[in-house]
């Protein structure tokens, strides 16, 4: 189930990115998969709990809860929380870097159900933390895999996740304060806005931009383009590079610039 | 898209509770319909907007917001928001009435995506606002659109949504201060959990219980036989009666008694 589909895989793969990814969820949500049936099914969770340690863009930015009710003074047990729309698994919304873009409410559903595709820069970025998904990354892709389909969410597989329970390693804070952790480049963004149609671009570190970066020329650009971005990913290097379909469950804040989302994905 | 199946369609609902609902989203998200094609597709968003206005259980529960960054001075643009558990469209997860339930972080995706069935009670709602999902309901429901699938989040339609904008209207609220709106009655939720493998139970409404209860049945049942619910959903007059899928995007709260969810249909 975790391993990768290769390029044998690459006709189901084109096929399944819409029909296939969907369908494949029944089974892998409903019943074990027959031992010897041929397509591969998954069901995997991207989201990261959201909890009061979860690392944020910056120190401080942490959520906040407390316990309101309790079942043995009130009946019922509630927690309220505290957070800003970027905190945890995420979206950015267009509104987030684009004045006049879209709020979070503005998102169509069939935005928010896509096929995804996953560009794995982990080895690159275990040696240079300040890497990013370049042009000739995903030219290597769609040799492999295939051509990145329409409204594809295209996910950065970078392998931070190991660090997210330390905040100042998935940081990547430097003595000076600065940031290190991969992203996307300003040139491969533009090139997937320019020859692809995308819907997003998702990552498994703080931001799309890589974290050295002081200009944001990714959200920027990917704002502009009036699409969204995905950010602290968890579980990537489990799914296919190409065939799933992800849910990407934002939830819809008022006038938001993004919000909390429960991610699931299914091939 | 937006009329039920009859029985006619029956044996299509049945097969396609799993499999023809998660295929059915690629072509609903995808592209336009063909024109004289056989199955119905849709794709439905079933999630009030999170507002500082939408009704809480009680007065004064609403979500609070605040601009923490602007665009103009800051660069980026960013909300924080002050939420409840159980504000918007939420799920219940069993530790919210149960000692020792599973909090929102141990519902396993495959809990969360799952077939629907919606049972309508509008007609006898705008009637009688106390009324509740009964046995009876439930065996009329099988009877024209087949056994309620394993794994099913049962919804009730009661064509409350159409108060949503009217706090007082939602609650139900009478001149003593009680509530009125429809819910599961007790013993439904009862032969549900008895005689059907369902998921959860979904409510158009405040609570899975009735706004006129003060003992709780339903909800002490359901989380009680670890199973959830789901509050405030809308839409649900759009969806078909059976072969649906829905995707319950809850948010992954730490130690959640439930939390916020963005939940979509496809079929």
Redo the contacts between chains.
């Keep these: 189930m975790c391993t990768e589909p290769g390029p044998s895989n690459h006709q189901l793969t084109r096929r399944g990115a ?2 296939g ?10 019943a074990p998969a027959p031992a010897r049936a041929a397509p591969r099914h998954g ?3 991207l ?6 340690t979860f690392p944020g863009f910056a120190p401080g930015e942490e959520a906040v ?1 407390r316990t ?1 009710k309790t ?1 043995a003074d009130d ?12 905190i ?1 698994t995420h979206v950015d919304a267009p ?5 006049g873009g879209r709020v979070a ?1 503005e998102l169509q ?2 935005e ?3 096929p995804a595709v996953v560009i794995d820069i982990a080895a690159r970025a275990a040696r240079e933390p300040d890497t990013v998904v370049t042009v000739s990354d995903l030219r290597t892709f769609e040799r492999r895999y295939g051509r990145i389909p ?2 594809a969410a295209v996910l950065m597989h970078s392998g931070w996740g190991s660090r997210v329970g330390d905040p100042d390693a998935f940081r990547g804070t430097d003595a000076a304060g600065g940031l290190h952790f991969p992203g996307f480049g300003a040139d491969a963004c533009e090139w997937l806005l320019s020859h692809r149609r995308i819907s997003s671009l998702g990552v498994d570190t703080l931001s799309i931009d890589p974290g050295e970066s002081e200009t ?1 020329d990714t ?1 920027l650009l990917l704002t502009g383009a009036d699409r969204y971005g995905i950010e602290n990913l968890a579980n990537l290097e489990h799914l296919p590079r190409s065939g799933a ?1 992800i ?11 993004g919000g ?3 991610v ?1 994905a ?1 091939w």
Tied chains: 1, 2.
């Design positions: 819409l029909l990814g969907a369908a494949a969820l029944a089974a892998a949500v409903a069901l995997r969770d989201t990261y709990p959201l909890t009061t809860r309101v079942i009946g019922y047990f509630m927690q309220e929380w505290r957070v800003i729309e970027h945890g509104a987030h870097f684009t004045a409410t559903p069939a928010l159900i896509v329409d409204r944001f959200h379909t849910f990407v469950g934002l939830i819809p804040y008022e006038g938001g610039s909390q989302a429960r699931l299914t």
